[in-house]
Nanobody, 123 residues
Framework: VQLQASGGGLAQAGGSLRLSCAAT????????MGWHRQVPGKQRELVAH???????KYGDSVKGRFTASRDNARDTLYLQMNSLKPDDTGVYYC??????????????????WGQGTLVTVSS
């Protein structure tokens, strides 16, 4: 599975951005999908996660402002970011967990990462 993230850019505080992440390749085994962000000097943190049924969970700092959604038919993940704050600045990575059968008939779980898209929020 390959993930291509897009939609990052520059926004003012209080503004909005929408990120997209398209999965291509062997996407049949896709389970959960999520967004993480990384700021220099800090660990990568969970922003949002959405499972195959659409259930979501969010990092505490973005609850009520960000909304994750997915289009299973298009294997695409979205992140609507509203009321942006300068602290939301960072590189946003999409990820997906897949569950597939290997040649021996065993289930194999893997996590795949996209290349990241930069979000900069100015005050």
């Amino acid at each position: 599975v390959q993930l291509q993230a897009s939609g990052g850019g520059l926004a003012q505080a209080g503004g909005s951005l929408r990120l997209s992440c398209a999965a291509t390749g062997s996407s049949a085994g896709i389970q959960g999908m999520g967004w993480h962000r990384q700021v220099p000097g800090k660990q990568r943190e969970l922003v949002a996660h959405i499972d195959k049924s659409g259930s979501t969970k969010y990092g505490d700092s973005v609850k009520g402002r960000f909304t994750a959604s997915r289009d299973n038919a298009r294997d695409t993940l979205y992140l609507q970011m509203n009321s942006l704050k300068p602290d939301d600045t960072g590189v946003y990575y999409c990820e997906t967990d897949t569950l597939t059968l290997d040649y021996s008939g065993s289930w194999v779980a893997q996590r795949h990462w996209g290349q990241g898209t930069l979000v900069t929020v100015s005050s």
